[in-house]
């Protein structure tokens, strides 16, 4: 997906690195042994290299780092610190659903830029000729019309934005 992943964890080098190879994370990824503070140092660096980071996280010692994370996600959690420290709350201790934000998220974005492309050229061709702008050429739009294309602009932009709702969940 051209995301690149790193493990900050509080378990042990060997814990770390099994897992790290599993997911095939690479090794210069991984930061184990870490506390709270330490994992946050680490996501302040990538932040500093002008990185987006995105900090997963399932407990109350993850609050500050989520805190400080260009994006935070909880899983799991049901703390009030980590509710309220994280962008994403995740109900179910699931990575899938990190997986479906990062889809949705995406599939909304390419949605608002449709959408956007949309209305604009839509009133770029209709709103010179709603002032008149074509009448020396004979093309001439009544007012009501005018303004119910303009409604329908609107409602061609939600009808549109609607469609996200057919969005399907992927599983790892």
């Not at 997906?1 to 099994?18: C, P």
């Not at 049901?78 to 990190?98: E, P």
């Not at 839509?122 to 008149?132: D, F, R």
């Not at 602009?153 to 790892?172: A, D, H, N």
Request: hydrophobic share 50%; net charge positive; charged share 15%.
């Amino acid at each position: 997906m051209g995301i690149k992943v790193a493990m900050i964890t509080g378990d042990n080098a060997n814990s770390a690195l099994k897992v790290a190879t599993f997911l095939s994370i690479p090794h210069n990824y991984v930061f184990s042994n870490k506390n709270p503070g330490q994992k946050k140092r680490v996501v302040l660096s990538f932040q500093q290299e002008d990185e987006t980071v995105m900090f997963v996280g399932d407990g109350v010692n993850d609050s500050p780092v989520l805190a400080q994370a260009d994006i935070g996600v909880a899983l799991g959690s049901t703390a009030d610190i980590t509710l309220n420290a994280a962008s994403i709350v995740c109900m179910k201790d699931c990575l899938d659903d990190v997986l479906n934000a990062i889809l949705i998220s995406r599939a909304t974005q390419r949605r608002i830029i449709f959408n956007f492309c949309w209305a604009f050229l839509y009133n770029l061709v209709l709103v010179p000729i709603a002032m008149g702008c074509l009448y020396p050429l004979g093309v001439v739009m009544d007012p009501m019309l005018a303004g119910m294309a303009m409604g329908l602009s609107s409602v061609s932009v939600v009808t549109s934005s609607l469609f996200l709702k057919c969005y399907r969940y992927r599983r790892l």
